[in-house]
């Protein structure tokens, strides 16, 4: 209940500064929890990143100011935290399928987007299953890249993309992929794609050899097609798993995804059976 509540006081706190510059650690931060987690769990539960959802409501109540008012763009723009006119109108035209200007003139029927209400529903039954594990730290070879937050569910798949069609899979498989945030406070974070190092093979040019400290960790095994079972054990890590978490915490800024080799199942990552794990650092409360 503690995340839930957490989400729901971070939505309140949304709602009483949109026409002021907040960030992710600003929010998380009034809730108690590190950016690092809070982003990923406001997305699994909202369906929205941060980022996205602050933008559409502004979008959103920019329209309606639009429509009932005699405020300028320029006006609108500044008070939704847009740098210029220019990218407020682009903006504007993404989200509502036209300008300002031509919504004004036309007095245009303009998309809504409320503000979130979570609620909780009771449903039977459901395990999650998991094992809490202690490892000692462990050595990789990776190509890293840094992302922000706000953006990073659409920047990682194609760094992936990118990744493999640079010819970098000849190096580093992909056996993992790794957030880093060890201060779990910032508004970006460092993403691993990494194989475990071996110490007699040669570092191939832009690559690094980097160590994964040791933890106790909380680890999800998914089984399933890619990404489909990947993202629907995130959900319900966030949404049932951590609600009622009363023994354990959140204990470092990293994240763990482990692959199986793809090679070992008939259909590769889109196989009924594929494994894939998630690993969370935890310690007690």
Same mark, same amino acid.
């Given at each position: 209940m503690e995340w839930i509540n957490a989400i729901g006081e971070a939505?309140? %706190? $949304?709602?009483?500064?949109?026409?002021?510059?907040?960030?992710i650690n600003d929010v998380a931060d009034h809730v108690y929890i590190s950016p690092f987690y809070f982003h990923k769990g406001f997305s699994m539960l909202c369906g929205y990143s941060l980022g996205e959802y602050i933008r559409n409501r502004r979008l959103s109540l920019a329209g309606a100011e639009l429509l009932t008012s005699d405020i300028s763009i320029l006006e609108l723009a500044m008070k939704y935290?847009?740098?210029?006119?220019?990218s407020f109108s682009r903006a504007f035209s993404r989200f509502h399928g036209l300008s300002p200007a031509a919504a004004r003139k036309e007095k245009a029927m303009l998309k809504t987007f409320a503000p979130l209400k979570?609620? $909780?529903?009771?449903?039977?039954?459901?395990?999650?299953?998991?094992?809490?594990?202690?490892?000692?730290? +462990?050595?990789?070879?990776?190509?890293?890249?840094? +992302?922000?937050y706000d953006n990073a569910q659409q920047e990682i798949p194609a760094y992936w993309k990118e990744h493999y069609a640079s010819g970098n899979g000849a190096y580093v498989c992909g056996m993992f992929g790794i957030n880093i945030d060890p201060q779990m406070g910032n508004e970006t974070f460092e993403y691993l794609i990494a194989d475990v190092y071996h110490p007699a093979a040669d570092i191939p040019k832009g690559f690094s050899v980097r160590t994964i400290p040791a933890f106790?960790?909380?680890? +999800?095994?998914?089984?399933?097609?890619?990404?489909?079972?990947?993202?629907?054990?995130?959900?319900?890590? %966030?949404?049932?798993?951590?609600?009622?978490?009363?023994?354990?915490? +959140?204990?470092?800024?990293?994240?763990?995804?482990?692959?199986?080799?793809?090679?070992?199942?008939?259909?590769? $990552?889109?196989?009924?059976?594929?494994?894939?794990e998630i690993w969370i650092p935890v310690k007690k409360k």
């Open positions: 939505v309140d %706190f $949304i709602e009483a500064h949109l026409t002021e510059d907040i960030t935290r847009y740098d210029s006119p220019d979570l609620t $909780i529903s009771l449903k039977g039954g459901y395990v999650m299953d998991y094992r809490i594990t202690k490892k000692e730290s +462990f050595t990789v070879l990776a190509a890293s890249r840094e +992302f922000r106790t960790w909380a680890v +999800f095994p998914c089984k399933g097609a890619m990404p489909q079972a990947l993202q629907d054990v995130n959900t319900k890590l %966030f949404s049932e798993w951590l609600p009622s978490l009363k023994e354990y915490e +959140f204990a470092a800024g990293y994240c763990v995804e482990m692959y199986d080799a793809a090679d070992k199942y008939p259909k590769g $990552i889109q196989d009924e059976n594929y494994y894939t």
